[in-house]
């Protein structure tokens, strides 16, 4: 090999922020605060505070390779942690403060995290468990003096965040990483054992931020106002902590605020014209707007996963207020960003509907993102649009092995299963059929339950749905729908079913509705069909 004459930098994710000050120093981050009240400060001045937050973590003893939680809304002190964490070469692990309890301790032992980082609001979920957490030394409050609630209850140093670090220095002499070094941890709260971590590295990351960046994935720029609603306690926050600083543009985080009212009031006073979200806050976004009839000139598109977004959802976002949403389907093994789904020239022949079906599905992948789908003996399958199997997913910033397991997460090619199953059409665009473990089987024919939700909450009195596979005589599965009703409504149930009806085949709509008072969502927010499963699984017998 004849090496290049290149200049040797490892990546450090540090250089982002530092990038970020330097070039775009008069940039806000803006956040809705944890205690009310707007919060503002600039790129420049947040990158001091980087410098200093890392200064004060080695006076902590806090090493090269330690793990540091945070259980955190996004906020700009969050965000410093993030840097200062992985800057000095330790790791960033994300808390979500949704897990239960058991779970939450599990995972802070297993991560073995020496000092937890925690909002105020999330104090009494520590304080909850910290008798059980074995490696916390101590814990670090997100606040100022005048806020700091009070902490004798605990048996470890509490320390004030502000307090903490008003006197260090703001220098800073960031350590020479190997790139392929851990900057970063998130945890998966898995359908079956223990949650899994995912370590992901300086390299990873840095790529993952590189590739976001482009204009066929969240195509932005340092004239735009990005809304960061995606928690960054969930799936690295879609990359965007590292993505948005990256590439210059104005941050505005909107702390614990994540209702209606309070999106709407952030987004139009800081005049963002872009933002990503799971589909359940646009739900309460999109209804506080209908309600008090409002607008939203400003925003110019959204990207939306997590979940399917019901076309419904795209549709009242294209008709009624002229924004654009742009799916995008991911998991945090993947960093998380998979697919996104960008226009292609061939989009400009098609139909309303036919445009309006391609506009459903996940999307394109992202560059270096290579994926296949397979059926159940591991035989590729054709890219038809038609053929479905499990989706597999290969690139560099795509899980190895979770942490602290010896076996690989990878197939003997390399291959990662991603437990969704999928459809990839002649244009590349893929479109999620279902995960493996919800897909219903009813007289040997698959049935997507999620299409079925989809059709479902296009139904105006409905607020959300679940379809779920429950034990039939004849026909081994038939689908059953669980629904909420919007509030203050009571459609029928048969509207509901000749609304399903309308859209899919006789076979595939539900034999029944439930109507339940509020549905069961994971951790990360996403309908969980367990307890279901487990509750009607005898409804038709
Ligand atoms: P998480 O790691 O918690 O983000 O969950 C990842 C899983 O969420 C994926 O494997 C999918 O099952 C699901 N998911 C994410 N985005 C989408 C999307 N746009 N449409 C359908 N499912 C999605």
Redesign the pocket.
């Known amino acids: 090999m004849i090496p290049g004459n290149m200049q040797e930098h490892g990546f450090n994710l540090v250089s982002i922020i530092k990038h970020a000050a330097r070039w775009h120093g008069h940039v806000e981050v803006v956040t809705n605060k944890v205690e009310g009240g707007i919060h503002r400060i600039n790129y420049a001045d947040l990158y001091d505070r980087v410098k200093k937050l890392a200064n004060a973590l080695d006076k902590l003893g806090l090493k090269s390779g330690d793990r540091i939680g945070t259980m955190a809304w996004n906020s700009w002190r969050h965000l410093e942690c993030w840097y200062a964490i992985a800057g000095k070469g330790s790791i960033c692990h994300t808390l979500n403060p949704r897990l239960f309890p058991d779970q939450l301790d599990y995972i802070v032992n297993h991560a073995e995290n020496r000092f937890l980082v925690v909002d105020t609001t999330f104090l009494p979920v520590i304080a909850n468990v910290i008798d059980r957490l074995k490696t916390v030394e101590g814990i670090i409050v997100l606040t100022s003096k005048d806020n700091m609630p009070d902490t004798s209850g605990f048996k470890i140093p509490v320390h004030c965040y502000e307090e903490m670090i008003k006197d260090e220095p703001s220098t800073y002499d960031w350590p020479t990483l190997d790139e392929n070094a851990a900057s970063s941890l998130c945890y998966?709260?898995g359908t079956t054992g223990n949650p899994k971590g995912v370590l992901y590295s300086h390299r990873s990351n840095m790529i993952h931020a590189m590739v976001s960046g482009g204009a066929d994935i969240f195509n932005m720029t340092a004239c735009d106002s990005f809304l960061m609603i995606v928690p960054m306690f969930?799936?690295n926050s879609w990359g965007l902590s590292f993505g948005v600083p990256m590439i210059g543009g104005k941050l505005v985080m909107t702390g614990p605020h994540m209702d209606g009212a309070s999106v709407y009031k952030l987004m139009t006073e800081e005049k963002c014209t872009v933002s990503g979200a799971v589909p359940t806050v646009w739900t309460g976004l999109l209804d506080y707007l209908d309600a008090n009839d409002l607008k939203i000139p400003h925003l110019r598109e959204t990207f939306?996963?997590?979940?399917?977004?019901p076309r419904s959802m795209i549709e009242r976002f294209d008709k009624d207020y002229g924004v654009q949403v742009i799916?995008?389907?991911?998991?945090?093994?993947m960093s998380?960003l998979?697919t996104i789904n960008r226009p292609l020239p061939f989009w400009d022949e098609l139909s309303y509907e036919e445009r309006m079906a391609v506009r459903c599905k996940?999307g394109r992948p992202a560059f270096y993102v290579d994926m296949k789908i397979v059926d159940d003996d591991g035989n590729e399958l054709p890219r038809d649009g038609v053929a479905f199997g499990r989706l597999l997913v290969k690139g560099p910033f795509i899980v190895e092995r979770y942490y602290k397991m010896e076996e690989s997460a990878l197939d003997d090619d390399g291959w990662f299963d991603?437990?969704?199953v999928a459809n990839i059409d002649q244009y590349g665009i893929m479109q999620?059929t279902d995960?493996a473990k919800d897909v219903i089987k009813s007289g040997g024919e698959w049935i997507s339950s999620?299409d079925i939700e989809n059709t479902a909450v296009g139904h105006p009195e409905l607020n959300i749905a679940a379809c779920i596979g429950v034990k039939h005589e004849k026909w081994e599965e038939r689908p059953l729908l669980v629904a909420v009703k919007q509030e203050g409504c009571d459609p029928s149930k048969q509207s509901i079913l000749d609304l399903v009806a309308s859209e899919h085949a006789k076979w595939q709509v539900p034999d029944d509705v439930i109507f339940i008072e509020e549905m069961p969502l994971?951790a990360?927010g996403?309908i969980d069909k367990k307890p279901l499963r487990a509750k009607y699984e005898n409804f038709y017998s």
């Not at 939306?304 to 977004?309: D, K, M, N």
């Not at 799916?327 to 093994?333: S, V």
């Open positions: 998966t709260s969930h799936a939306i996963g997590g979940s399917a977004v799916q995008a389907w991911g998991m945090t093994e998380p998979g996940q991603t437990g969704d999620i995960r999620v994971t990360t996403k």
